[in-house]
Structure formats: structure tokens, C-alpha cells
């Protein structure tokens, strides 16, 4: 992460929190406990989606001073003495997906580096593609080094966020998809009344 990538986290994840939006993150460093601390500090709600069993969870020195009982969610797909694995912070990023009506990336590297090494970040936004929900990408031109990944999935499919003013963009996108969602579920409500008809 960059410096200017982490200050884009910490305030659009405030900015989120403010508008009542839950922020869901994976408790990482970087723009994970960047994205948790912004909206914490903005006095609203966060879920942490551990790579690891609860067991293994300890606070961090910079969330001591936030009220957890109050303002953090945290939560576990693995056995609750599970260590941390990459492999497992691959899968925990499925989930932290499928808990969320929208995904955010910040800054991403290309699919794989040089090395070989696949990017968490860039493999999180492909998932949120394949779900069919919105991933929202900082445009690389707010960032000092445009990031190769960014570029990629914009092209695939990626909504160009504006990093200061990008959570309006969210709220927004995600208000106009619930409006949507209702219709949707309303339209077909009496074709499931008369299937349940049918059942009897």
C-alpha cells in the first residue's frame, strides 16, 4: 500500500461508516485495519472476517481504544484454534464477498507478480465479478503510481471510483440496487403465492 492508498482507505471507510454503512474488512495490515480504524473513528460499525479461528484473535495496539463490544463485529469460517494460512486468507476473502453488498480495491498489484505469486487483492476482485456484485476500483490516475491491477479490473468489469469523493458514488450505486432488489422481489411475489398454492 501506498501512503496515498491508506489515507483513501481511512477516509472513504469513514466517510462510509457516517452514512451508516458497515464496513466489512480482514482485520490485515495495510488497508484492511486501515478501512476498520476509519470507520471506527468516524463512530460507526465493523466486521472483521478473521483468516484464522477466534481463538486467535488479539486486539491490536491501534484498536484499544475503540469500544469492541459496542462497534466490531468479528467472525470465523475455520475451526476456532486455526493458525493463519494464506491459503485461508484466500478463502476468508470469498466470504468477506458474500457478506457484503459492494467491494472496494484500493490499490492492486497485477493478477501474479514476477515471482509467480498470485495477488490477494486482484483475486478478490475477480470473485467479486464472478458474484455478481458491484467492485468498485480507485481510478489508478488518484493514485502517485498507477496500479497495474487496477487498470485490469476496471477493464473487467470494475466500477472507477473517485478516491475523495467515492463514497457518495457507493451509497448511492448501493441505495439504487436495493430500489431494485424490491421491485424485483414485488414483481414476482404473486407468481411465488400461487406456486406455495400448489404445494398445499
Not at 463512530?43 to 491490536?60: A, D, N, R, S
Not at 488518484?142 to 496500479?147: A, G, I, W
Request: proline share 4%; hydrophobic share 40%.
Amino acid at each position: 500500500m501506498s501512503s496515498k492508498g491508506i489515507l483513501i482507505a481511512r477516509k472513504l471507510a469513514g466517510d462510509l461508516a457516517r452514512s451508516g454503512i458497515n464496513v466489512v474488512s480482514g482485520y490485515a495490515k495495510g488497508v484492511d485495519s486501515e478501512a476498520h480504524l476509519g470507520a471506527l473513528e468516524a463512530e460507526g460499525t465493523t466486521t472483521i472476517v478473521l483468516p484464522y479461528g477466534i481463538k486467535e484473535l488479539h486486539q491490536k495496539k491501534m484498536f484499544k481504544e475503540f469500544d469492541w463490544k459496542r462497534d466490531v463485529l468479528a467472525v470465523s469460517q475455520f475451526d476456532p484454534s486455526v493458525k493463519w494460512l494464506a491459503s485461508n486468507a484466500m478463502i476468508r476473502n470469498k466470504l468477506v464477498c458474500a457478506i457484503s453488498k459492494a467491494v472496494v480495491v484500493i490499490e492492486s498489484g497485477p493478477e501474479r507478480d514476477t515471482q509467480g505469486k498470485m495477488s490477494g487483492t486482484f483475486n478478490t476482485g475477480i470473485t467479486t465479478l464472478k458474484m455478481g456484485l458491484p467492485l468498485f476500483v480507485v481510478k489508478p490516475s488518484c493514485l502517485d503510481n498507477p496500479p497495474n491491477g487496477n487498470v485490469s479490473l476496471i477493464e473487467l468489469g470494475g466500477i472507477g471510483l473517485d478516491g475523495a469523493n467515492g463514497a457518495e458514488q457507493i451509497v448511492e450505486h448501493i441505495s439504487n440496487k436495493s430500489v431494485e432488489s424490491t421491485s424485483i422481489a414485488k414483481k414476482h411475489h404473486g407468481d411465488q403465492l400461487s406456486l406455495e398454492e400448489c404445494w398445499k
